[in-house]
């Protein structure tokens, strides 16, 4: 959209500079309609016709086309989470981050995408867009995020009463340690194991 100036929601009497549509009236799309906006329905489309002529039976061309969409669908949701970070990059020089999630808004069986808003990077305090959008698009984003941590909870306490058992070595401990303090990313992975590969 046209950039636009407009004073952050916070109280700190600055001006964010806006190209960016925020809100679901700004434009919220469903995933079927990005498909067809990105023209991946139309290829998804050509491919069928020819799974169509290719494989006569209903059941192993419905097989394959179910194969097919997966896969398109999957490459529509890598480009999204492409975008969202180029947005990241695009507002990082003023210290804000966009909230942008699909959450349902006219009907729970069909969520949309939208920026819902920003928040400031170094307090995560929300500075533009409307505070519902903000709160909906955390709900929806911790409902899925849930099951995931409630495990990684579980992973710390069996790792804290695994420290707990008779003759465990000094480096089993010091890992668990690790997964117990949550010192444990891809990083420290990725560093362990490139030193074990090398020794």
Sequence with gaps: MPTVNIPAKDGSKRKLTLQHRTGSDGGAYMLEELMDRTGLETELLKLG????????????????????????????????????????????PQKIKPVMNFVPVDDPKKPVLFIQGFVDIENLTPV???????????????????????????????????MGLPGINKDVQNRLSQVVSGAVDRVYLLERFGTAETN
């Design 128 to 162: 533009l867009g409307d505070i519902d959008d903000v709160t909906l698009a955390l709900e929806v984003k911790n409902g899925h995020l849930k099951s995931a941590v409630d495990e990684y909870r579980e992973n710390q306490k069996i790792a804290k009463q695994a």
């Design 49 to 92: 016709t020819k799974l169509e002529k290719k494989f006569h039976d209903p059941k192993t061309f419905e097989k394959f086309f179910n194969i097919t969409h997966k896969d398109y669908t999957n490459r529509l949701r890598m480009w999204i989470r492409q975008y969202r970070t180029y947005l990241v990059g695009f507002y990082e």
